[in-house]
């Protein structure tokens, strides 16, 4: 059960687009499309961004979008604005019936 | 409004035992997904344990043996019970409900846990 794999930190200008990486396996990331992402301000609990690698839940700006090409999925954030400055994880299902996290990733916006 | 709230965190000495409650509201917990996530302070999220809506039940390597995810369908809370505990358990808990498609979609405020002499 290793933590799939994510930049420490990822930075941008207001306005541009900045992609997160999420690296795993052929038993999760690669093996299934129940991906999803998650957004966490300091102090605050996770929120739900992306589901099934690149849908959006209600109320998630369409700013906010994601891919899968083999073991690695991608989160897109275009239009960046200061609000979206928080930590982001990746998570899959796995071949074990269980879920795995990425190590996170601090946006950062200039 | 569909809403969890966690309890039962708190101070434990190494080796000791703490319960974890998730109350659930707005949404039954047995004909759900359910899941466990922590966050050591700093770190980042680590997927705990689930209990899927058949009664199955998967835990994380690292408290597999220690940790144990139920549910009461008549208090619609899920419990975590936590034995033998160790400074490295030390995080915030988060109860979640879950899918298979839509991942941790609600998620409660979480509950501190200090593992420590």
């Known amino acids: 059960q290793s933590a799939l794999t994510q930049p420490a930190s990822v930075s941008g200008s207001p306005g541009q687009s900045i992609t997160i990486s999420c690296t795993g396996t052929s038993s999760d990331v690669g093996g299934y499309n129940y991906v999803s992402w998650y957004q966490q301000h300091p102090g605050k609990a996770p929120k739900l961004m992306i589901y099934?690698?690149?849908n959006r839940p209600s109320g998630v700006p369409d700013r906010f979008s994601g891919s899968k090409s083999g073991n690695t999925a991608s989160l897109t954030i275009s239009g960046l604005q200061a609000e979206d400055e928080a930590d982001y994880y990746c998570s899959s299902y796995t071949s074990s019936s269980t879920w795995v996290f990425g190590g996170g990733t601090k946006l950062t916006v200039l | 409004e569909v809403q969890l709230v966690e309890s039962g965190g708190g101070l434990v000495q190494p080796g000791g035992s703490l319960r974890l409650s998730c109350a659930a509201s707005?949404?039954?917990?047995?004909?759900?997904?359910m899941s466990w996530v922590r966050q050591a302070p700093g770190k980042g999220l680590e997927w705990v344990s689930v209990?899927?809506?058949?009664?199955?039940?998967y835990y994380a390597d690292s408290v597999k043996g220690r940790f144990t995810i139920s549910r009461d369908n008549s208090k619609n809370t899920v419990y975590l019970q936590m034995n033998s505990l160790r400074a490295e358990d030390t995080a915030v808990y988060y109860c979640?409900?879950?899918?298979?498609?839509?991942?941790?979609?609600?998620w409660g405020q979480g509950t501190m846990v200090t593992v420590s002499s």
């Open positions: 099934e690698v690149s």
């Open positions: 209990i899927y809506s058949g009664g199955s039940t």
């Open positions: 979640a409900r879950m899918t298979l498609s839509d991942g941790f979609h609600v």
């Open positions: 707005g949404f039954t917990v047995n004909s759900n997904y």
